[in-house]
């Protein structure tokens, strides 16, 4: 069962936005066996749109459209639906009650733009949109769909999970996606590739090995079509790990984070940040999993020196003679915060993120990482890029990466 | 001068990276008038690549290709390329000069995967890749051009930027994008577009709004080609203004921690922040921009309760008695971070950013912002949505808003 995303928005061509929905489309999709062979981005151009649809349709049995349902005149992908399957639009009585419940739960007034968004072209099926205005609109030709959802992510996602997804299911069989995941640390890419050699060459037709170099480390995914092939992935899957060995971090898909937060709650540990280069980011990766109540107490972001000094102690000495950048400085951070925050690990950071910045000895990119377990600790100096941005995500995956090996698989 | 992209990968079709390459490639070319008419993404697949650039040369002047390019199996880009041009491959002493360089330099042994990078398809020009041992590869198919990048981010920028757009910017002559940009804040999309209605009927030939509404606000962007629409340009920009009145919260496309930092630093201001549930994301979006450190000193971020209590002296008896999400709790939080970070500015911000969490009268969603400058203080609630990740990112954006407008324009 092959599917096609096709992405609609000037916004996305001009690299205003990211194009995170298609992304999240193809996470859900593949995770229930659909195959994504292609991602279409055009911008909001009828002409484009259409051509679009007809290259889809040809290689693929479900296309699905996402963009320009807005109540606004830049979005006519409704209209160019219409062109493409020769129909005219109607007004449709639910959308327009749809609509007005949803008006009146936020307080607003109905105006005429919005009410518009209730014709509908003829021909479609409306599956009402719970959590927006815009219906989500279905198409049949020849055995094949087309369903054009909002943009709006949570609009997107809320449709795609609970009526897109089943609507698919019932009406495709899917096939069986089977995956394994692997994150690997502490090796390049061509030297896993070398002693992945062989076992590449040996691998049953059909089955493939995907390398996905990260900031800091090295995802691998094995994968392969048909439940058939259960037994196959099983005894490759041993083969693999094996091959991998101390590098091997984790055998599953999970970010960091999310390892960490298993690894923490197993251990029945607590956790403290103290940031000064990652600014808060170290904290809101490990926030970012739901329940991290239950081990995250907080962080203190001491991107000041003077806050260094009299939140967390840093010895004012200590900053003027090695610097804040130091081995000093962060294992002084890390052994304050758990102190004060009461926890039994904690991670401290100070470097330069960029562009500015930096001394002759610690240029640009140098950064100190500390993790705190109990009463020993790590700490590595790190020297990453030039690119703010990528600095600090790289610095918040090192961290992470330091103390979930500190901690034991 | 048209471009297209063509970004390919199995992570990208399958959700496991999010496609931010074509977005970064999309804002450097149009800014510099290259008009970016498609991105289309493939698997690591020779025939879907061999249909992809089939199609871009069809549509665009100019193909830009990104990922595959590896050392690994999986990646078959360069092999692709030459099925496409009719080449073989042959090896470029230069190239592997290149790569032996980048390995002295990270103190890594080269070995026979990294050292068959050095193979180039025959018909091809070569760019030295700076920051990595993929070459870049040009192709030239009657006046058309195709080149050939690395998937890295870091390494596609710096190509990007350093030799592949000079190289456009000599063959071909760009066109003159013009585009202004508006941040609209307190109205409803629609409410927008029907007080815009006659603005945009009467909008000169070639000339387009767009709009893009975001968590808590709406960016507009009015747009046209050509250098001799600058005028035209200048008046309707007046006339755009004028409409959108108090609710224009900026005429530009900065990001809002961008704006704040600037407000921060004409006002010449300092500010720290206070966080329960966005988890330290406020403060690290406050720093992402570079030299935030003249104006941001840092944050507590407070998940636990007794981190409220010891570090930001809120009162326990006010926990117990209306909650940790409650007006009377973050005005203390944002009190107290301005007092003890000793800055004019502050945000404190509670609530249940959710899956779980919330109570009855409290449900998840439900936030408290508290924005402080000097002695003023401003508190409000809002309801956000359910999903996590999404609730932080409009968090913070409201948070950094309400603080934008007490700072006034």
Redesign the interface.
Known sequence: MRVEIISIG???????????N???????L?QRGFN?????????NSD?IMKAID?SFQRADVVLLTGGV??????ITKQTLCRYFRTNLEFNDDVLKNIESIFSKRN?QL????RNQAYVPKNSTVIQNR?GTAPILCFNQGGKVLISMPG???EM?TSMREEVIPLLQAQFLPEYYLKCSYLVCGI????L??RLATF?EQLPLGF??????AYGYI?L?LSAWGKSRKLEMKNMDIKLKQLLGNELVADN?QSLEALLGEKLRTLNLSIS?A?SC???????R???I????SY?????????N??KE??LHVDKQTIENVGAVSQEVVEQMAEQVAF???TNCSIAVSGFM???GGTLEKPVGTVWICTRFNNKKIAAVHRV?S????N?KRTANMAILQLLRMLGR
């Open positions: 000037d916004e996305l061509l001009i690299g205003q936005v990211v194009n995170t298609a992304a999240w489309m193809g996470r859900e593949t994504v062979v292609g991602v279409t981005t055009v911008g909001d484009a290259l807005g109540p606004t005149k830049d979005d607003i105006n005429l733009l919005t959590v709006v992510p949570f996602k390049t890419e061509s030297a590739a070398t590449e493939s090995l995907a390398y996905l170099p995802r995914r898909d940040t940031e990652t600014g808060g980011y170290l904290a809101h490990i926030t970012s739901a329940g991290a109540s995250f107490k907080g962080s203190i972001v001491s991107y000041d003077q806050v009299e939140l004060t925050l009461k960029g562009p500015d890029g690119s703010r941005e990528e600090i």
